[in-house]
């Protein structure tokens, strides 16, 4: 995908990955749409992307997150990528991560994710792009994290099937499987004290992963670094 005059959707572009490529491919020359759930972070960023249009998303709200597909395609005038930005951490072990908390990390970092990507797959035509952003926890699956890394291998399975159904049809389906970024996702968990992690990649390190991803149409996006 040629990012220039491209038209994409970012859900999560208040978090702070989700923000720094918005801005980053605004800079690039990208029409841009972003959605998110903090109504402040969510001026800050529209503003920094030229007053781009701007949608509030609850995870919670599966139809609400289905329905920033159509809003964008009426916003930009059609769609060329999607980059589910949406995520939330946990840490702890199994028996001390109560069902509520496993419930919300799952609707955060699996149901919401699907619900936006499951209504762009009619929206965004072949050479487009959807992507979301996942982890290498997918594929290490550590101690302490065994509800945050399930509801991201979620997501990584369903991205994963939907890639084998549209391999000859439709938007190319990516899996960006980001290391650990300095970004202070860790330290925002939603339960548990994140463990002692080797200093990561920048955001902007991070950025660029996913700029590449894109733009070669998500050639080894499914692996770590």
């Known amino acids: 995908m040629d990012v220039k005059d491209a038209r994409v959707l970012v859900p999560g572009a208040t978090g702070v990955i989700g923000a720094a490529l ?3 491919l605004y800079g690039l020359g990208a029409r841009i749409a972003v959605a998110g759930r903090d109504p402040d972070s969510l001026s800050r960023v529209a503003a920094a ?7 509030r998303l609850d995870a919670y709200d599966l139809d609400g997150c289905a329905r920033s597909i159509p809003w964008a395609v009426g916003e930009l005038g059609g769609l060329d990528a999607v980059v589910v930005c949406v995520g939330v ?9 109560g069902d509520t908390v496993a419930e919300h990390l799952l609707t955060v970092n699996a149901l919401a994710p699907v619900a936006v990507l499951r209504a762009a797959l ?15 926890v997918v594929d290490a699956a550590p101690a302490g994290m065994a509800d945050y890394a399930a509801s991201k291998a ?9 890639r084998r159904e549209r391999r000859r049809t439709g938007p190319a389906v990516v899996d960006i499987r980001l290391s650990h970024v300095e970004s202070g996702f860790a330290e925002r968990a939603v339960c548990g004290t994140p463990p002692t992690l080797p200093r990561g990649r920048t955001v902007d390190e991070a950025v660029d ?17």
Request: aromatic content about 4%.
């Open 49 to 55: 992307c030229g007053d781009a249009p701007a949608r």
């Open 22 to 24: 918005a801005e980053r």
């Open 89 to 97: 951490a946990g840490f702890g072990p199994a028996e001390e991560v």
């Open 154 to 162: 979620a997501l990584a399975t369903w991205l994963t099937s939907v």
């Open 122 to 136: 009619a929206a965004v035509p072949a050479g487009g792009v959807l992507a979301a952003v996942t982890g290498v």
């Open 209 to 225: 992963r996913i700029l590449d991803a894109l733009t070669s149409g998500g050639a080894g996006a499914g692996h770590g670094p």
